[in-house]
T-cell receptor, first 113, second 110 residues
Framework: GAVVSQHPSRVICKSGTSVKIECRSL??????MFWYRQFPKQSLMLMAT?????????EQGVEKDKFLINHASLTLSTLTVTSAHPEDSSFYIC?????????FGSGTRLTVV | GDSVTQMEGPVTLSEEAFLTINCTYT??????LFWYVQYPGEGLQLLLK?????DKGSNKGFEATYRKETTSFHLEKGSVQVSDSAVYFC?????????FGAGTTVTVRA
């Protein structure tokens, strides 16, 4: 079946630095990928829709300059958290596939200290 | 807009007990409905889905039926195991996006 690989699984960074998270579709091409954020014991919040070769579509309230998304190929989307602060600490999950069965990455636990 | 309302947890059960997690939805059009499961520290895995009214999705002993008349998609399993301990999310697809319920934490005790 479809596999989505997300890397890294955990990252700790200092306040003010930037962190890049990769999301790869391993055995299929994904023109669209989705980035979610999940706070502890809460549901997933869609942050943005990543479109290959074009600008990402951000959900209301998500800062596009803070959460940079690049979808340069049909198998790779990246989320860069710029100038990270402790409040950006969260679990970030990507997904890809068809609407009838999206596949999710294993998630990235970001801790900003 | 589209939304999913899911039974609040946490739910704690003994092994071999019956599990049901309620899920209702609000949507325009005819969305597909999903149940996803999340194990600790991991991403989400698709558990089952239904794409039209009266469809029944099933997997690993779990079942859910797409009820258009009650706008519901309740998840059931007749005999749970410790390995079923996880967070379960109900979701619907609309405008090529998924909308998730709040999630229900299920703990099964031996």
């Amino acid at each position: 079946g479809a596999v989505v690989s997300q890397h890294p699984s955990r990252v700790i960074c200092k306040s003010g630095t930037s962190v890049k998270i990769e999301c790869r579709s391993l055995d299929f091409q994904a023109t669209t990928m989705f980035w979610y954020r999940q706070f502890p014991k809460q549901s997933l919040m869609l942050m943005a829709t990543s479109n290959e070769g074009s600008k990402a579509t951000y959900e209301q309230g998500v800062e596009k300059d803070k959460f940079l998304i690049n979808h340069a190929s049909l198998t790779l989307s990246t989320l860069t958290v710029t100038s990270a602060h402790p409040e950006d600490s969260s679990f970030y999950i990507c997904s890809a596939g068809e609407v009838e069965g999206y596949t999710f990455g294993s998630g990235t636990r970001l801790t900003v200290v | 807009g589209d939304s999913v309302t899911q039974m609040e947890g946490p739910v704690t059960l003994s092994e071999e007990a019956f599990l049901t997690i309620n899920c209702t939805y609000t949507a325009t059009g005819y969305p597909s409905l999903f149940w996803y499961v999340q194990y600790p520290g991991e991403g989400l895995q698709l558990l089952l889905k239904a794409t039209k009214a009266d469809d029944k999705g099933s997997n690993k002993g779990f079942e859910a039926t797409y009820r258009k008349e009650t706008t519901s998609f309740h998840l059931e399993k007749g005999s749970v195991q410790v390995s079923d301990s996880a967070v379960y999310f109900c979701a619907l697809s609309g405008d090529y996006k998924l909308s998730f319920g709040a999630g229900t934490t299920v703990t099964v005790r031996a």
